[in-house]
């Protein structure tokens, strides 16, 4: 008797037709058997799929304008993605120690700098990723400000917006200290000192930033846990906010 084998062709159809191949492909998945062309199977395509449903199934065609954005938005979450994945890398590395004599914060920056393998590649990357993220959320907000992007319905992400700002702003001051050279102490010591200055609460102010009295292996420790740990991850949960917002405001504002 003649043992007739398979074509691939229908090989390939079994194993389409195969519980465990649509346990693993959605339906509307361009893998699965039937999938047309067509607007419905697109759509289908894109909510389905655990990285594809980020997007909206439909884009206005304004929104995909270079120069009506520039996507500084967009290359601001890049800045944050390349500053995570390279801030990781540093915490291989570094220890936010400066106490019993010793500047270990200091040293193992230095041994990043000389004796880690990209070490140094690393670190410029982490440093002018920094510097380039402040640049460009402040360029992406006078954009939206020049645009009018703030406007009814969006006031409220214009509100979120503020808020990464100043988170931003608070990731790259607290970052600064951690080099724990004379430029970053003394930078450190002249900013704390305004919150000196707050009305009423100075001195509790002044306390709560340094954890001491002078900047010490206390605020040191104090804002490395704020850098790494608990700034980053309100920005993650307001940037959340920001982009879920984006598509329920109707998307990218535009020329009506
Ligand atoms: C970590 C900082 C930020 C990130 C990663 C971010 C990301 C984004 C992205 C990807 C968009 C889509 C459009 C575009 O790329 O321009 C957007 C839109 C928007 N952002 Fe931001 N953003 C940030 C900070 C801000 C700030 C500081 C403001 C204002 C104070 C702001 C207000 C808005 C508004 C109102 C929109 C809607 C604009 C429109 O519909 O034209 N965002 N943001």
Redesign the pocket.
């Known amino acids: 008797m003649k043992l007739k084998l398979p074509s691939p062709g229908e090989l390939g159809d079994r194993l389409r037709d195969s519980e465990v191949w649509k346990s693993i492909f959605r339906p509307g998945s361009v893998f699965r058997k039937g999938y047309k062309d067509t607007s419905r199977d697109r759509a289908l395509a894109t909510m389905n799929n655990v990285l594809y449903h980020l997007h909206p199934t439909k884009v206005k065609r304004h929104g995909l304008k270079l120069t009506?954005?520039?996507?500084?938005?967009?290359?601001?979450?890049f800045l944050?993605i390349v500053l995570t994945v390279t801030g990781i890398f540093l915490m291989f590395f570094y220890r936010p120690m400066a106490d019993l004599g010793g500047a270990q914060a200091y040293a193992d920056m230095q041994s990043i700098r000389t004796t880690v393998f990209f070490g140094d590649w690393m670190r410029n990357m982490h440093r002018w990723g920094a510097h380039l993220?402040v640049f460009s959320?402040t360029l992406?907000?006078a954009?939206?400000f020049y645009?009018g992007?703030?406007k009814p319905p969006?006031e409220f992400?214009?509100v979120?917006?503020?808020i990464?700002?100043f988170?931003?702003l608070g990731l790259s001051f607290t970052g600064y200290l951690l080099p724990w050279d004379q430029l970053s102490i003394w930078a450190v010591t002249v900013g704390t000192s305004l919150g000196g200055y707050a009305p009423f609460i100075a001195k509790q102010a002044n306390f709560l930033l340094l954890g001491g009295a002078v900047v010490g292996p206390q605020t040191l420790l104090r804002w490395y846990v704020l850098h790494v740990l608990a700034l980053p991850f309100v920005?993650v949960l307001f940037?959340a906010v920001?982009?879920w917002r984006?598509r329920k405001?109707g998307?990218?504002?535009?020329p009506l």
């Open positions: 009506y954005t520039f996507c500084l938005g967009g290359l601001s979450f944050f993220m959320v992406h907000m954009r939206v645009t992007a703030y969006r992400n214009w979120v917006g503020v990464l700002l988170l931003t920005l940037l920001h982009f984006i405001d998307g990218i504002s535009g």
